[in-house]
């Protein structure tokens, strides 16, 4: 088995003779191994290397070089390591500046002032016949022809003339396109839903909403009219159709839809394809929050709320009924909010101005206009009362997505912040410029320094010069002391005694990769050199094997190394 494969490229001024190379190595990824195959390939030296995307998206890097002044591109496939040379003249906008290369298994390139698509392999899978050719994204993609738009899929069969001033995706399968001035609606398997005669389209999963001069339209997904709203003023925001979702975390329907009509605002529910009425065109003033609506009637001087079964609550006079959420229903009463048990005793008076819903631990922030906040227990007891300071929950940052833990709040006041352990009910470490929890550890920060403490407070680092970088994970963090980097473990102990000049996180492929200057090398998740050398950049091919690029002088070297 052979396990390396070099590549080199020469970096001059000027672009360097090819040398034409026979009985070469290529290689394959099979089950995370590379299999070396005898087959001719190329060697060519090139001018000025540069590796443009440093992040090796879908497995593809994006490399340029200057040829008689202009820049060249090719790509390296790291999934099976084929390179398609560097030929084309320009690479789409999302592959050359947001580096999302060959969506949908194809990548747009131009060569020779025309358009056209090549696989992973290079191959060229549709010619370079359009003057601009977008991604493709569920098997279709926008390409142009002489100042017009159009839709393909990947046989290069038109699904869409190219025919429109502009065409832009709004939404997985639709796309907003534009004759002239007016606007309509392709989607990609009912075809053209709404021809265009819209001064605006938007949607929202399967809603879509056309807006006109003096109306707006909305429609299904098959372009069916659900519901036409007549506005007094196209221009004129207020007056326009809200569409919010019912669910503010998914962002999923069924969808609120606020609308002016007559000077009076309404409300609908989009759900299963269907527009019902929530609340009639007659009120002031109308808007949608936490499952609810809240109006005003100014001829009247009421206000209040309607629920989504339509049940009508004026907030002067009566209590709105909530869900119970760990036990404890939210209430309100003359502007202001409290809570109630499940038997419907009021446990905290609603004479505060802004609440937390109960946390699982039982416990919630109350908030008055003065800064005033108080932590209560389900029984309404006061477990904390601050009347100078800010009360807040604390995020685990150990996880991709953070999320509040139930145990800690942060307090911040004129000295700084505190962590308050609502368990303990007692405060469990001094005042820091800031703290953050990951997972069984604080990091605490104060003037340019960090330290590390336990979740009982007790300093396991102490702040003396040291700087603790939130990527430890699995016992270990990374410490910098005098601008050198180590990995420690939670006692203190540096492993290996290696410093660096970085180390970074731990990786998809449970390696890291450290910094001696700007070079780099790879460790295991415990600090173990796995890879000696000094490398300008190294990208993974699965676990076991990385591209590394080293630069000397004027040489660009690309090569294969086996991680066992």
């Not at 707006?216 to 997904?221: D, E, F, G, K, V």
């Not at 699965?542 to 070297?557: F, H, L, P, W």
Request: glycine residues 6%; charged residues 25%; without cysteine.
């Amino acid at each position: 088995m052979i396990n390396n494969l070099i590549i080199t490229f020469m970096t001059a001024s000027l672009l360097i003779t090819s040398i034409p190379v026979t009985d070469q190595l290529t290689y394959e990824l099979k089950e995370s191994a590379i299999e070396i195959k005898k087959t001719e390939t190329f060697k060519k030296t090139y001018a000025n290397v540069n590796i443009i995307n440093p992040y090796a998206t879908n497995g593809f890097l994006l490399f340029s070089f200057l040829e008689n002044k202009q820049l060249k591109y090719g790509f390296i496939n790291l999934n099976d390591g084929h390179i398609i040379e560097p030929v084309y003249d320009n690479v789409s906008q999302y592959g050359l500046y947001y580096y999302n290369l060959f969506m949908d298994d194809f990548q747009a390139v131009e060569k020779d002032g025309k358009w056209g698509y090549i696989n992973g392999q290079g191959q060229v899978v549709i010619d370079f016949t359009y003057d601009d050719a977008y991604e493709f994204s569920d098997g279709f993609a926008i390409v142009k022809k002489k100042s017009k738009y159009g839709i393909i899929d990947k046989k290069n069969q038109i699904v869409l003339p190219i025919d429109y001033e502009t065409i832009a995706p709004l939404q997985e399968g639709f796309y907003n396109i534009q004759s002239g001035d007016d606007t309509g609606v392709y989607h990609t398997e009912n075809g053209l839903i709404i021809e265009p005669k819209h001064h605006l389209v938007m949607s929202y999963d399967n809603l879509i909403v056309a807006e006109d001069k003096n109306k707006t339209i909305l429609y299904n997904a098959k372009g069916k009219v659900l519901k036409t709203y007549k506005q007094s003023s196209f221009n004129n925001s207020y007056n326009m159709v809200t569409v919010l979702p019912i669910n503010e975390e998914s962002h999923e329907p069924p969808y609120v839809i606020i609308y002016n009509q007559e000077d009076k605002n309404g409300a609908d529910i989009f759900d299963n394809g269907q527009i019902k009425e929530w609340a009639k065109p007659i009120y002031d003033s109308l808007y949608y929050d936490k499952r609810r609506l809240h109006f005003s009637d100014y001829k009247k001087m009421i206000d209040g709320t309607i629920n989504l079964e339509g049940d009508v609550k004026k907030s002067s006079y009566d209590y709105e009924k909530l869900p119970l959420i760990n036990g404890m229903r939210m209430i309100y009463k003359d502007s202001g909010v409290g809570f109630e048990d499940d038997s419907g005793k009021t446990v905290i008076a609603p004479i505060y101005q802004h609440g937390s819903d109960y946390d699982a631990n039982g416990y919630t922030i109350m908030t008055k206009d003065n800064g005033q906040n108080v932590v209560f227990d389900k029984k309404g007891q006061v477990v904390l009362n601050l009347e100078e300071a800010y009360i807040e929950p604390i995020y685990d940052y150990s996880l991709s997505e953070p999320i509040i833990n139930k145990r800690f709040y942060r307090v911040l006041n004129e000295e700084g912040m505190t962590i308050f352990d609502i368990i303990k009910k007692d405060y469990i470490t001094k005042s820091y410029e800031d703290i953050e929890l990951y997972e069984d550890h604080f990091i605490v920060y104060h003037q340019n320094q960090s330290g590390l403490l336990t979740l009982d407070g007790i300093i396991l680092v102490d702040l003396k010069d040291n700087f603790i970088y939130e990527e430890y994970e699995d016992g270990y963090f990374v410490e910098s002391k005098n601008n050198q980097y180590y990995l420690t473990d939670l006692k203190g102990n540096r492993l290996h005694k290696n410093n660096y000049d970085r180390i970074s996180g731990i990786n998809e492929y449970d390696k890291r990769q450290v910094y001696i200057g700007n070079k780099v090398t790879v460790t295991d998740r415990d600090g173990l050199i796995i890879l000696e050398g000094l490398y300008d950049q190294i990208f993974f091919i699965g676990n076991n094997y990385v591209m590394t690029v080293s630069k000397q002088n004027s040489m660009t070297t690309f090569e294969i190394k086996s991680l066992n």
